[in-house]
């Protein structure tokens, strides 16, 4: 059992960098094969097609991602028990994780599937959708709760800021990548923290 989940983490690995380098559509079952080492039998052993992996692929990706924030924001409240001092506290150790990858982030599988959704099925659109909900939802909460100390300076609604969250790293990324700067991401993300603290600073007390 050890051995199959080895293969199948494998060629998951290897589909990953494949897909965020080139997108699914130019990664191909046989490219992927011939680098895990793999027939085609033993690839389709664990993947029936290639909805199945861009579904486990999204699957995956997406459970690191709440992993990641789960840690970055708990962290963040550990330190502070104010809500907005805790969402710049998260924000900037989010900035300084980007800051530590010397050649910028990989890229977000997400995005990458929202590009060429046409390739799939309903089911891995459905991931997609709900991965940018979820999102949605944690900052919506996060702002929805420093708003109750902190009330905005402008009428915001808290989805519409959450959303601007994800546009902000997602599109950092992009640009990252498309000008090869990958200090980039780091500081969009500090820019998106001075618009937040900015937003509710005039009601720190």
């Known amino acids: 059992m050890a051995k199959q989940t080895d293969t199948r983490t494998r060629i998951m690995n290897i589909a990953e960098a494949a897909v965020l380098a080139k997108g699914f559509d130019a990664t191909s079952i046989e490219e992927i094969v011939a680098a895990a080492e793999i027939t085609k039998g033993g690839f ?8 199945a992996l861009a579904r486990a692929l999204l699957e995956r990706y997406v459970a690191a991602e709440e992993r990641l924030f789960d840690n970055l ?11 907005l001092h805790a969402a710049l506290i998260g924000l900037k150790l989010l900035a300084e994780l ?10 977000c599988l997400v995005a990458v599937a929202a590009y060429q959704d046409r390739l799939f099925d309903a089911d891995v659109r459905d991931i997609n959708r709900r991965a940018v909900l ?6 919506s909460a996060m702002f929805s709760q420093i708003a109750e100390s902190y009330p905005p300076r402008d009428d915001v609604d808290p989805d519409h800021l959450a959303d601007f969250v994800s546009t902000v790293i997602e599109g950092s990324v992009v640009m990252s990548k498309a000008l090869a ?25």
Do not use: T
């Not at 924001?73 to 104010?82: G, W």
């Not at 980007?98 to 890229?107: C, S, Y």
């Not at 990958?182 to 009601?203: N, W």
């Open 44 to 51: 389709f052993y664990h993947f029936p097609d290639k909805n």
């Open 73 to 83: 924001f708990d962290r963040a409240r550990e330190l502070s028990d104010d809500p």
């Open 98 to 107: 980007f800051d530590d990858l010397p050649n910028g982030h990989p890229g």
């Open 134 to 139: 979820g999102w949605r939802k944690r900052f």
């Open 181 to 205: 700067e990958p200090r980039l991401s780091a500081c969009q993300i500090m820019l998106l923290r001075g618009y937040i603290k900015l937003l509710f600073e005039p009601h720190l007390k």
